[in-house]
């Protein structure tokens, strides 16, 4: 057997369970995978541990709870110490309903990430849809496959690592090769680059491959036929800057619904969500489902609907144009557009420590968990956070870490994270919580983190109290808002973020527009809304970006109503509505 295949593993002292399910794996899955069946746990436990001794990789583990068997969710809790990254799953068998509070008790404290229904019927669907979502996760969790672009740069290179994590979150295949590598050198070789600027990106799924040396995002959106700026007479209803959750929202309804649609983004669709290795309280996921995935869906739905996007370049700036809106955007162009949505989102606040600032990339990492997780194997993780995206960050860290510590600044998780988040952590056997700590300082070795120096937050000074070894450091912590694009006139609370809705009275900006109680989510500025993160006041959670996202399209079509384009002269030229719209490719 060719070692390179993943492994799919069932174990169940249940004979029926074991026969279908692995008929139905085998008939589905064993030319890609290599099936593998045990009639006890005990075997099924010696299997994994010679897997892992061969240093095999092992996508799913299944086990089984019932009448017919009480001992697989005890199973895939142990196997867990064998196998972290793989996906462990417990299969029920349909109308077993007094079953249903201990699986949903054990998967909730991390005994197994998602529950599945036994195939009772040939061509069970429902089934193997839940297996293909999870083999799909664990292969984007794993960064194998087909290479669309190879990177080669240095390990610790704070650029190389920011493309590694713009193009895996933007869904694009990356092969990561450090230089000096076999690959990478060979690479090198074939492509006549004797003394190259690093990192060198080599886009290999154009006709011939394109080469760039230390590329700008700019190059890199041009060279990948990313879409262009549209012409200087298209004048969009409704220009969406930020492609997060709520963004991505706004474009899904408001191209649904007839209004042409552009959505500036200067890094990666999914904003911080995208960033989150599984989400389990999204409505209408019950298996959870990563934010990679969630976004990039939302992209798709958007584009194919109409949407405009603009990849890889940022709002720079924000003008008024007679009736309308202009967006500077970083590559110099200039969109034109009716109202303007701000899903700009935030950034993770920084530490503000000049020893781990000089580390970024070099083991300090602020988000980047899913892309950085595998390159963590076998080292000892610090996480920096007491929110859901930090549970999420220490959780899937602990599949490749040796040990996972997560630092909170506060007494207690219990006010910023969910439950559910919280009996997974105190049930991951190498995760530490570390309240009421800080971060203080930091020890390097050749320019790589090798240890956190932590204090306790209420102490009068920021003497060390305790240092923890940290091949990696992960900082999730606050959220700045961004809006330094925005002119003065959209009014901010004190910390950044964009006050909206009818709390005050609002002028025209500068608009030409009279002056009127603003919608809900309108800002300072009529025709200029705020949704999700970045809007004052916003509740943190993907579900109400959305909402937001949904909601205030409703509001676009009410300032639009009230400010109409004006008519064209007879026999002029076309109304900008009727010019062509078709997203450009290079």
């Known amino acids: 057997m060719d070692h390179s295949v993943p492994v799919m593993l069932i174990a169940t002292t249940d004979p029926a369970s074991r026969r279908i399910l692995e008929d139905e794996l085998r008939r589905r899955y064993g030319a890609d995978y290599e099936v593998v069946a045990c009639a006890h746990y005990a075997h099924g436990r010696a299997v994994l541990e010679g897997l892992r001794h061969w240093n095999r990789a092992v996508a799913l583990i299944l086990g089984c709870y019932g009448p017919a068997d009480r001992s697989g969710l ?17 299969v029920v068998i349909w109308g077993d309903f007094a079953s249903a509070p201990t699986v949903f008790r054990a998967i909730a404290q991390g005994y197994a990430e998602l529950m599945i229904i036994r195939p009772e019927r040939a061509r069970d669907e429902e089934f193997h ?11 984007l969790a794993q960064g194998v496959g087909f290479e669309a672009v190879r990177l080669i740069g240095e390990v610790g290179d704070e650029r190389t690592h920011a493309l590694r994590d713009s193009l895996s979150r933007n869904h694009i295949p990356v092969g990561f090769h450090p230089v000096g590598s076999e690959t990478a050198e060979r690479t090198l070789e074939s492509l006549g680059l004797r003394d190259p600027v690093l ?7 154009t006709a011939s491959p394109i080469v760039l040396e230390n590329p700008s995002d700019l190059e890199i959106a041009e060279a990948m036929g990313v879409t262009r700026p549209p012409s200087a007479d298209k004048i969009f209803d409704v220009v969406v800057v930020g492609a997060g959750p709520s963004g991505l929202a706004t474009a899904v309804y408001a191209s649904s619904e007839g209004l042409s649609t552009m959505v500036v983004e200067g890094e990666a669709v999914g904003g911080q969500a995208g960033t989150s290795s599984l989400i389990r309280n999204y409505p209408g996921f019950s298996r959870g489902v990563s934010g990679a995935h969630l976004a990039y869906r939302s992209f798709q739905q958007a584009w194919t609907l109409g949407t405009d996007f603009l990849f890889m370049r940022k709002a720079m700036g924000l003008g008024v144009d007679g009736a309308l809106f202009a967006v500077s955007i970083s590559d ?29 990339g070099r083991g300090v990492f602020y988000g980047a968990t899913v892309s950085e997780a595998p390159s963590m194997a076998g080292r000892h993780v610090c996480v920096v956070g007491g929110g859901n995206s930090a549970g999420q960050a220490v959780l899937h860290l602990a599949k490749y870490a040796k040990k996972v510590t997560l630092l909170v600044r506060g007494p207690t998780l219990s006010a910023s994270m969910s439950d559910y988040l919280i009996s997974q952590l105190e049930a991951t056997r190498n995760v530490a ?4 700590t800080v971060i203080v300082g930091a020890r390097d070795r050749d320019g790589f983190l090798t240890a956190v120096e932590v204090a306790a937050s209420g102490a009068a000074d920021a003497t060390p109290s305790e240092e923890i070894e940290a091949g990696g450091l992960f900082v999730l912590i606050g959220s700045v808002p961004r809006t330094s694009w925005l002119p003065d006139t959209v009014e901010r609370d004190p910390a950044g973020f964009l ?4 709390s005050r009275d609002v002028s025209d900006a500068g608009s030409g527009r009279p002056n009127r109680v603003p919608l809900a989510l309108e800002t300072s500025m009529p025709g200029i809304f705020a949704i999700g993160d970045v809007r004052a006041g916003s ?3 993907v579900a109400t970006a959305v909402g937001d996202g949904a909601t205030v399209v409703s509001m676009l079509h009410t300032c639009l109503a009230e400010n109409p384009l004006p008519a064209p002269a007879p026999g002029g030229a076309a109304t900008p509505e009727e010019l ?3 997203i450009r490719f290079n």
Request: aromatic share 8%; glycine share 10%; hydrophobic share 40%.
């Open 129 to 139: 849809g839940a297996i293909t979502d999870a083999l799909d996760d664990w292969h």
């Open 433 to 436: 919580i570390s309240c009421s």
């Open 332 to 360: 110099g162009s200039v969109v034109r557009c009716r109202t303007v949505v701000v899903a700009t989102g935030v950034d993770y606040r920084r530490l503000g420590i000049p020893q781990l600032e000089d580390l970024v």
């Open 580 to 582: 062509p719209g078709d």
């Open 199 to 205: 990192p060198v990106m080599v886009l290999q799924f």
């Open 74 to 90: 005890d199973f895939l809790r142990r196997a867990y110490g064998f196998h972290p990254a793989a996906k462990r799953g417990v």
């Open 539 to 541: 509740i943190k959670r």
């Open 499 to 502: 006050r909206t809705g009818a």
